[in-house]
């Protein structure tokens, strides 16, 4: 699964969910969804938009980590 570490980035920065959807021009709705890691689908500007207001790189931002395979 792809974990969104969206809520760390903008805890690490100490800002808003609502001042991100500002600066990036990204639905607060969107933002939501992708900090608590609801979302099913993440568009690239929005990712490019949201490394460019971080100054950070992808890996910063989305995880790979495997399934827990039931045994």
Do not use: W
Request: charged share 30%; with cysteine.
């Amino acid at each position: 699964m792809i974990k969104i570490k969206l809520s760390d980035l903008l805890g690490k920065h100490k800002m808003t969910q609502k001042a991100l959807a500002d600066l990036t021009a990204i639905r607060p709705a969107t933002i939501s969804k992708m900090y608590y890691e609801e979302t099913k689908r993440v568009d690239i500007s929005q990712l490019n938009s949201i490394c460019k207001a971080f100054n950070c790189e992808i890996s910063d931002l989305l995880e790979y980590v495997p399934d827990k395979k039931d045994k």
